[in-house]
């Protein structure tokens, strides 16, 4: 509780921040650019990645649009209706609850369709642990001459992400994943193509979903006029978070990210029990999804690994109850928190009443990680 007699001078390095220079702005754009080796323009987007998903939405959908959207969990979900409050014309391509897209269903539905604007895929989910495949789908976005939109708000710095080369015309990176920045602002990477389709699209101006009002008064003026009040503190951040990044590398990592998963997915299987997602190859670096056995709740296993001092997250939408997931993003993606991780949660379904070897799970934690160090 405040103190109300206590002096209006004390310093508190939250309060008081010098606002953001244009160019300190300037400065960070080009930094991301430089990490993610793009010709694609940076927008900030001054609020948390699911509203630069809203905006990049909002910003390209059009009556006569049509779009094939791949829904792997909610978030996929969201962007189709976005499209469709714009007046696009939608085919959700809809995976098994809790696992990745298949680019035999995406491609089935781009010839369907004959015509297709517009492909919108999210590349790795944190809500789930899976990996979509971003590889076929842009070849399938290519060659149907559509516009490709990457929701790489997870998998930005634990997968490889070549914006450039598979031809990514709108990119949203969130910094609060695998970049271990905060999450009050985002990023997004627009192509000119992008641009183009956006000038096309029906714009109520001003807005804050509008990419194109973003570039119009900052960009195309030379980036020498900010776009409205960049919150200070979170910029900072952000620029403290890419400092980091910049020192270890993002090839270090995303490597990091890789070996914190399959230390994760060894010491599951080590444990007796199948990751979620039974194909390393499919499934996501920032989270590891476990199953929840047959005759326990959730909340139950959650609870229970909570008392050991870990923290797992539930899943999303129609697995909700079925999954607890593993987080190791960020500065998390390291050897201790991985190694809690999975005892807890084997030491939970012991006590719950399941038969695990957590010797072994944690001797192949340990094996795993060691042998990639």
């Known amino acids: 509780m405040t103190n109300p007699s206590a002096s ?19 400065r960070l754009a080009d930094c991301v650019k430089r990490l993610f080796d793009t010709t694609s323009d940076i927008l900030f987007v001054q609020a948390e ?3 630069a998903l809203e905006a990049a939405a ?17 978030y996929g979900a969201y962007f189709g209706a976005w499209l469709r409050r714009g007046g696009a014309a939608v085919t959700d391509v809809v995976a098994e609850p809790g696992q990745p897209a298949e680019a035999a269903a995406v491609a089935a539905a781009i010839t369907e369709l004959g015509k297709v604007d517009l492909v919108a895929v999210v590349h790795a989910e944190a809500a789930n642990g899976s990996l979509n495949p971003l590889d076929e789908v842009a070849s399938l976005a290519r060659e149907a001459g559509a516009l490709l939109v990457v929701d790489a708000v997870a998998s930005a710095g634990g997968h490889p992400l070549d914006i ?17 920045g905060p999450t009050g602002l985002s990023m997004v990477a627009v192509s000119q193509r992008a641009f183009s389709a956006m000038a096309d699209a029906a ?9 194109l009002d973003i570039k119009e008064a900052w960009l195309d003026r030379g980036r020498g006029a900010l776009p409205g009040t960049p919150p200070p503190l979170e910029f900072r951040a952000l620029g403290a978070a ?3 990044l910049e020192a270890e590398g993002l090839p270090a990592r995303i490597a990091r990210h890789q070996r914190a998963a399959r230390a994760s997915r060894a010491g599951l299987r080590a444990l007796g029990v199948a990751p979620w997602i039974a194909d390393d190859g499919r499934a996501s670096a920032l989270v590891t999804a476990a199953p929840v056995p047959e005759g326990i709740a959730a909340d139950d296993l959650i609870d229970a690994a909570a008392r050991f001092g870990v923290s797992l997250g539930r899943g999303f939408g129609d697995i909700e109850h079925r999954l607890v997931r593993f987080d190791h993003t960020g500065v ?26 957590l010797g072994a ?13």
């Open 164 to 180: 450039d080369a598979l031809g990514i015309d709108l990119c949203v990176l969130g910094p609060q994943k695998a970049l271990g």
């Open 8 to 26: 209006h001078d004390i310093f508190d390095p939250l309060l008081d921040v010098p606002p953001v220079a244009a160019n300190a702005y300037g």
């Open 203 to 211: 714009r109520p101006a001003p807005s804050l979903l509008s990419l």
């Open 242 to 244: 890419l400092d980091r």
């Open 332 to 357: 998390r993606a390291a050897f201790p928190p991985v190694l809690a991780n999975v005892v807890a949660y084997g030491a939970a379904l012991e006590e719950l009443g399941q038969r695990v070897d």
């Open 58 to 74: 909002a910003s390209l959908a059009r009556p006569g649009l049509a779009a094939v959207n791949v829904v792997t969990s909610p």
């Open 49 to 51: 990645a699911l509203l």
């Open 361 to 373: 799970a944690a001797a192949a934690v340990t094996a795993a990680w060691q042998k990639e160090g």
